[in-house]
């Protein structure tokens, strides 16, 4: 049927006022959606200045021996990304967990949205991320992440060609690496090298100690509880024919595991605030409240349990021993 002049005007009229509304709600969609992107863009380049200028005054306070307020200078330049990186047997282990305890007492306010994992990635707020393998994350590391190292003088040939490429291809993506914990340093200090991860943190003096009260016994726990105890403690629980000691007994890197009540040590680790406050949460549980990632949840008899296991069933490292 033929349309009147009158009603094709109208027909006509209608289909301009469509087009016109389409192209004006879709310039404002493109508007939003880039300003938007550049103000995602802008805020990613404030929060990375940041950061790296509170690296710049650390290292400058340092040099002039002026760190009595050193961790005033960080508070709020927390990353959402944080990587632990290093060489096995280079105590990847406790940084990982300085780490972990680290940022969950940076977000306490908001400690769900924290995550600690070994070796993937998960989709909390905040993620901290121990690896061994730094060229499977870097491609998709944001460029404002943190990365931390872990190195040793006694490192093989190998070893350390490997560390040095990785951290050229850290540099070359211009990723911040707070700091490199070297493991004789570690061995020196112990659980209060802790202390070096204050002031990159921003944490107060109240916060860093409840965080070496934890570390106080944690470390021992570490190394004489659970899958990846001392070598030289489960030789002493289940005795292998031509071993040869790691550690002196003389030394101060020596376990010295005999001379603790292990159980005592375990539910004093349970009593700590840190635990208390974030032992329960699942995203953290690879690194707050246990050993290593593989052991299995302290009770206050785990330990025990674990060293009767090794000594009766002579079983290797990182196999069920509880």
């Known amino acids: 049927m033929a349309l009147s002049s009158s009603s094709f005007q109208v027909f006509v009229m209608a289909c301009v006022c469509v087009l016109f509304i389409y192209f004006v709600l879709n310039g404002l969609y493109r508007s939003k959606d880039c300003f938007y992107q550049k103000h995602s863009k802008n805020k990613s380049m404030t929060d990375e200045k940041k950061q790296r200028k509170c690296m710049y005054q650390i290292e400058q306070m340092s040099r002039k021996g002026n760190g009595r307020k050193r961790w005033e200078l960080c508070a709020g330049s927390v990353p959402k990304t944080i990587i632990q990186f290093g060489i096995p047997r280079t105590a990847t282990t406790l940084q990982f967990n300085i780490l972990c305890l680290c940022t969950a007492m940076v977000f306490e306010d908001e400690i769900k949205s924290v995550g600690c994992y070994f070796n993937r990635k998960k989709s ?6 121990k690896t061994h393998n730094i060229a499977k994350f870097l491609p998709k590391t944001p460029p404002n992440s943190w990365i931390f190292i872990t190195s040793s003088g006694s490192l093989s040939p190998r070893n350390k060609h490997l560390l040095n490429a990785s951290r050229r291809g850290i540099e070359k993506r211009n990723i911040t690496i707070p700091y490199v914990a070297d493991l004789d340093l ?38 004489c509880c659970g899958k990846q105890m001392s070598a030289d403690w489960r030789n002493r629980l289940s005795r292998k024919l031509n071993y040869k000691q790691h550690h002196d007994l003389h030394s ?65 490292q990182n196999q069920k021993c509880a």
Not at 210 to 218: L, V
Not at 267 to 294: C, Q, W
Request: proline share 4%; glycine share 6%.
């Open 252 to 316: 101060p890197s020596y376990p010295a595991c005999e001379t603790y009540n292990i159980s005592q040590v375990e539910l004093l680790f349970l009593n700590t605030y840190a635990y208390r406050k974030f032992g329960h949460i699942s995203s953290l549980r690879d690194a707050i409240g246990k050993p290593s990632t593989v052991d299995g949840k302290l009770d206050g008899t785990y330990c025990e349990r674990c060293n009767t296991y090794i000594a009766k069933h002579h079983v290797r």
């Open 186 to 223: 570690v061995t020196r200090r112990g659980y209060f090298i802790a202390y070096e991860y204050q002031p990159i943190f921003g944490l107060s003096d109240e916060k860093m100690q409840h965080i070496i009260e934890y570390f106080r016994y944690w470390d021992i726990l570490r190394l």
């Open 124 to 129: 909390q707020k905040y993620n901290v991320i």
